[in-house]
């Protein structure tokens, strides 16, 4: 199995800055895609940035440059920079990947989410 622990989240006034972390730990062989989603009350989760193990990456139509995605093989960590944070922002953001365990299985994991609050 595979556990994820998310932090980073917290609130911030708009145009500050925040810093989300994801790390994984379990019997993991290998780790493939990794990824942010985000839900707002009363909306769907929606894909928020996405990084493959070959360094591919994803964003969501919405970041528009605001965002930055990056990961740690070697930690078994994904981080989330995002800047010019506005209120649209707000939301519980979550952790996802797609891992080979030990056991040579698959699965797909999701981390029990950080609240991000813009507010003035």
């Known amino acids: 199995q595979v556990q994820l622990v998310e932090s980073g989240g917290g609130l911030v006034q708009p145009g500050g800055s925040l810093r989300l972390s994801c790390t994984a730990s379990g019997s993991i062989f290998s780790i493939g895609r990794m990824a942010w989603y985000r839900q707002a009350p009363g909306e769907q989760r929606e894909l928020v940035a996405a990084?493959?193990?070959?360094?591919?990456?994803d964003y969501g139509d919405f970041v528009k440059e605001r965002f930055t995605i990056s990961r740690d093989k070697a930690k078994n960590t994904m981080y989330l920079q995002m800047d010019s944070l506005t209120l649209e922002d707000s939301a519980v953001y979550y952790c996802?990947?797609?891992?080979?365990?030990?056991?040579?299985?698959?699965?797909?994991?999701w981390g029990q989410g950080t609240r991000v609050t813009v507010s003035a």
């Open positions: 996802n990947i797609q891992a080979r365990l030990a056991s040579g299985t698959h699965e797909g994991s």
């Open positions: 990084i493959t193990s070959g360094g591919s990456i």
